[in-house]
């Protein structure tokens, strides 16, 4: 079992910046794809942003291509979103999620992920 947990959500004004973090225990994460979802209110859960345990290649939810930016720590056991530039349209509940990697290829669908964290929120005013 992997335990994941999300910090450093909060309130921000559009274009700035923030930086979550995903804290992975029970298991090191160092063999799992590891992702980001997000989701809105009255909205369908959305990939963000995922990254490859295999090497470290990532892929970017068409909306935050080019603003956001997905890393990973596996000395420290967690995973990161730095999120730059940001939009109204960005305000969602963040989660953080982890893949068993059996595949080749990074996964972009939430139904792929084996364990997810509880979730921390971002708000971006306007």
């Known amino acids: 079992q992997v335990q994941l947990v999300e910090s450093g959500g909060g309130l921000v004004q559009a274009g700035g910046s923030l930086r979550l973090s995903c804290a992975a225990s029970?298991?090191?994460?160092?063999?799992?794809?590891m992702g980001w979802f997000r989701q809105a209110p009255g909205k369908e859960r959305e990939f963000v942003a995922a990254?490859?345990?295999?090497?470290?290649?990532?892929r970017y939810g068409d909306s935050v291509k080019g603003r956001f930016t997905i890393s990973r720590d596996n000395a420290k056991n967690t995973v990161y979103l730095q999120m730059n530039s940001l939009k109204p349209e960005d305000t969602a509940v963040y989660y953080c999620?982890?893949?068993?990697?059996?595949?080749?290829?990074?996964?972009?669908?939430?139904?792929?992920?084996?364990?997810w964290g509880q979730g921390t929120q971002v708000t971006v005013s306007s």
């Open positions: 999620a982890a893949d068993h990697g059996t595949t080749w290829y990074v996964p972009a669908v939430s139904e792929e992920y084996d364990y």
């Open positions: 029970g298991r090191t994460i160092s063999n799992y794809h």
């Open positions: 990254i490859s345990w295999r090497d470290d290649s990532t």
